[in-house]
């Protein structure tokens, strides 16, 4: 049911309340604006005092000594605010990043002391005494010359303050667990993290399956044609045969090639470099095979511990002979065996005797003296490799001794080899109790 007492009561006690402030104010009451706790208003409202605005406030809650509590959402620029705190304006801060009237907001400490900060708090917590990441602005000289300090909060316990995560200081170096970077990227851990598949200090990561992750370095002489880089790629290596042939890549690129224009890598140790190995005993130390050639290289492996090389190699010199494979110079070529190869006479008459002096595959000096009984004829002396050949190889004998020469002919002495032996025969019988010496030496491998 309709209360009309009650509502023209309360029409005729709003109509007396503005009777009385037109009376009291007239037309200065718009023109001068309101006063609440003040009787020299200096805008349109003007309090002296505190102020509470919404339905749950009002009349509930005392804001601070002269503050301002807010129930609902704060429209600045906007009569829709978007959310608690809704700032609209059309300042462009890049037309003039040091006006301070280009910012939507602008915090401003104008105590001017180096050392003080002006700061943003985060927090998602019921306490009030805790707050959970802070950015912060630090001057550091004259004329709010200065430092960004970015804050996380490292615990979980209420109270614990935040700890300084980054900053920028004003020569704009950036520093990650450090408040003092030293360089354009510094980071400092105070226990270093152990590398793993999914942990690292510094982590690159891409999404694309079979893609790359990379380091870039950029030339400032040949600007978008020279740099240098570091590249990991997933599937970058030209050997294997699936998708998960991974390769890292260290290279420099230059745009013009020729004489003149050498781009290189340097590594420069105080002391050794290994490759495939933690602990290198000399300047470049390597734990396995070795390729060296252009048309060896990336084509053929080399053997086990061992090395294939294409060109020609000097050892104490630094011009090898065109016509010599490997050139020594003012040294020894010397082969060392731990195992000698055998030796053994046969058809040699009564119990003759065949020794090896200073024996190795490639080379040696054999005594051999036929026996007492009659001698007869093919193979009288076999030397067995310690390690086979491939194929057989050219063995050539030097005498060393009278009868050693001089038998050479009138015996019909020839060798013959095969990959695991070589054999001294005589053609015609040799005189019994006669000793020979021979040196011998394995100079080539037939292909």
Request: include cysteine.
């Amino acid at each position: 049911m309709l209360n009309l007492k009650k509502q023209i009561t309360g029409l005729m006690q709003t109509t007396v309340v503005v009777f009385v402030l037109f009376s009291l104010c007239g037309n200065k009451l718009f023109a001068q604006g309101m006063g609440i706790g003040t009787s020299t208003p200096a805008s349109v409202l003007d309090v002296e005092g505190n102020v509470a605005i919404g339905a749950s406030y009002s009349g509930t809650t005392a804001a601070p000594t002269n503050g301002l509590i807010v129930e609902g959402n704060v429209g600045i620029g906007t009569s829709a605010p978007l959310n608690v705190f809704n700032i609209k304006s059309t300042n462009d801060a890049l037309t003039g990043v040091g006006t301070p009237s280009n910012y939507f907001l602008f915090l401003h400490d104008a105590a001017a002391i180096n050392g003080k900060g002006v700061g943003i708090g985060f927090a998602n917590t019921s306490l009030t005494n805790t707050v959970g990441a802070a950015i912060i602005f630090k001057r550091t000289g004259a004329n709010a010359q200065g430092e960004l300090q970015f804050y996380t909060k490292t615990s979980t316990t209420g109270g614990v303050a935040p700890v300084q995560a980054m900053v920028i200081d004003n020569a704009q170096n950036i520093g990650i667990g450090t408040a003092g970077p030293a360089a354009r990227l510094h980071l400092y851990e105070a226990t270093g993290t152990t590398l793993s598949a999914s942990a690292g200090t510094l982590i690159l990561e891409h999404g694309n399956s079979g893609g790359e992750s990379s380091i870039l370095f950029k030339s400032n002489v040949s600007v978008g044609g020279d740099y240098g880089y570091i590249k990991y790629s997933d599937d970058g290596s030209a050997n294997g045969t699936t998708n998960d042939n991974s390769l890292l890549e260290i290279g420099v690129q230059n745009d013009v090639y020729g004489s003149g224009y050498d781009d290189d890598i340097a590594l420069m140790p105080s002391s050794h470099v290994g490759i495939g190995t933690r602990g290198p005993k000399s300047m470049l130390d390597v734990n396995g095979n070795l390729t060296v050639g252009s048309t060896y290289s990336g084509v053929t492996a080399a053997p086990a511990d061992g090395a294939i090389i294409k060109g020609h190699v000097g050892i104490g010199t630094t011009a090898p002979v065109t016509n010599a494979i490997l050139a020594v110079k003012d040294g020894h070529l010397q082969s060392q065996q731990t195992t000698a190869p055998t030796v053994a006479a046969t058809n040699a008459g009564t119990t003759p005797t065949v020794s090896l002096s200073n024996a190795t595959d490639i080379a040696g000096l054999i005594t051999f003296t036929t026996g007492t009984g009659a001698p007869g004829t093919g193979a009288y002396v076999t030397v067995t490799f310690n390690k086979t050949y491939t194929t057989a190889p050219m063995v050539l004998l030097y005498p060393n001794g009278p009868n050693a020469a001089q038998d050479i002919a009138s015996k019909g002495i020839y060798v013959t080899s095969t990959t695991s032996t070589f054999v001294i025969n005589f053609n015609v019988a040799a005189a019994i109790s006669t000793q020979y010496k021979w040196f011998y030496h394995v100079i080539l491998e037939f292909p």
